[in-house]
């Protein structure tokens, strides 16, 4: 079907072009123009999105979800997951690797491209392990992991969008030198969890020892490395240190790093703020804000890790880690650093769309003639209140309950399909 998105404020086509107004003529999943609103003329075999008011971005890349699927489906599955990432303008998203067995064979990663393919038409793409069952012992097979055909291998080339261990960080360095060797020859980037599990997640340390010891194995590799949720000023300077050597580098954070402090866990009682790395202080949230703003931070992705009610319920100490972010990554991003000025809607949509598919070497993250139409319309003056209720995820442990926000996603594509409409059953 041909569709047009009528009048949007168009972000993210690189050119003169950008924060205009405009029309995006798609066919074929494919952008075929873009013209002045109302320039050309209207067609009967073609479905016209009003876009008016709103604006209109490519569809966001989230580096980071754990969707669960195989073993958890209670928490999350990826028809659930990808439901919750089309609500929240999310076209493409990274699976990490710690479910029940561990993604880190070839079974396991068809598995998540079969159901993957079976969901709404969010581009789902498998992260292995760096290591057999995470073990943090023996190198997985990259080599087949690479040549895997699947989805991933259609849009980027290889079987696997990257290789990480996330949810703990391979603590022999002999070994992670090896990995990222392998990942190296074959042009995998590696995405590590930045955490020294002989010190407490609470001390700055714990993130900054793994940031420093990943970014010299970078330099003495070659290897492309991204750093995941970033939260300590600490971080953000070895990171800055590691880009002034020239290596192949880039960093996320998310947005609970930036708009909440530990102060909002101060009693210990809020498990829907609990996550790992935990919120910091009031230093380090300035900090992550002026490291995106400077570009030292490349990415927002989520770190979306959805619970099941029960298990968020129990006393703090015992409550597991995580929060879910798909839904309302983008409004909590636009009210805290678009709202306050410290980032630009083009420098925003850079953080969430264009760069990750960079990273990624994918052909997406642009709105321009003749890209993939994955798109996404926000009504950016609507302002609501984010509950964990209203979420499409299986979790509803968002960190953000309650919260007043600007930003409401009325209407996502994937390859120029509808994936979402706001008030239709998804």
């Given amino acids: 079907m041909k569709r047009c998105i009528r009048n949007g404020q168009i972000y993210g086509t690189g050119n003169s072009r950008s924060g205009k107004p405009g029309d995006i003529w798609i066919q074929g999943g ?31 890349v989230d580096l980071h979800v754990h969707f669960r699927e195989p073993g958890q489906t209670e928490k999350e599955d990826i028809a659930s997951g990808c439901r919750a990432a089309a609500a929240g303008g999310v ?60 989805q991933c291998k259609e849009l980027t080339g290889r079987g696997i969008a990257a290789l990480s261990e996330d949810g703990r960080s391979v603590m022999d360095s002999a070994v992670m030198e090896s990995a990222m060797v392998q990942a190296r020859d074959l042009g995998i980037p590696v995405f590590s969890h930045t955490e020294d599990h002989a010190i407490t997640a ?26 995941c949720h970033i939260s300590t000023k600490g971080s953000l300077d070895l990171i800055r240190l590691g880009k002034r050597w020239g290596l192949k580098l880039t960093a996320e954070t998310a947005p609970h790093y930036f708009t909440l402090t530990r102060e909002d866990t101060a009693n210990k009682t809020d498990t829907l703020r609990k996550m790992n790395p935990p919120l910091r202080g009031e230093e380090d949230r300035e900090a992550v ?56 809607p083009e420098e925003l949509v850079r953080r969430m769309s264009t760069k990750p598919a960079e990273i990624l070497g994918l052909r997406r993250g642009i709105i321009a003639e003749g890209y993939p139409a994955d798109l ?28 007043r926000v600007f930003g409401k996603v009325v209407c996502t594509l994937a390859d120029g399909n509808v994936i979402y409409r706001e008030g239709e059953e998804a």
């Fill in 30 to 60: 494919v952008i075929e123009k873009i013209t002045e609103p109302g320039e050309a003329f209207w067609q009967e075999d073609t479905e016209y999105i009003d876009a008016g008011g709103c604006w209109v971005v490519p569809g966001l």
């Fill in 289 to 344: 804000r002026q490291a995106l703003k400077d570009g030292t931070l490349d990415v927002i992705a989520t770190d979306h890790a959805p619970h099941c009610p029960e298990e968020k319920q129990r006393p703090f100490a015992e409550a597991p880690f995580g929060v879910v972010g798909l839904e309302t990554s983008f409004a909590v991003a636009y009210t805290e650093l678009v709202k306050r000025g410290i980032l630009t």
């Fill in 202 to 227: 609470e001390s700055p340390e714990g993130e900054e020892i793994i940031v420093a010891r990943d970014i010299l194995l970078a330099k003495k590799t070659g290897c492309p490395l991204h750093l």
């Fill in 376 to 403: 996404a319309v926000i009504d950016t003056q609507r302002e609501y209140t984010i509950h964990g209720e209203h979420l499409y995820s299986k979790g509803k442990n968002t960190p953000f309950e309650g919260k």
């Fill in 91 to 150: 076209t493409t998203v990274c699976c990490m690797p710690n479910t029940k067995p561990a993604a880190d064979c070839e079974e396991i990663i068809r598995l998540i491209d079969e159901k993957a393919g079976n969901a709404c038409g969010v581009h789902v793409l498998p992260v292995a392990s760096i290591t057999v069952g995470m073990n943090g012992k023996t190198v997985v097979n990259t080599r087949k992991l690479y040549n895997c055909d699947t």
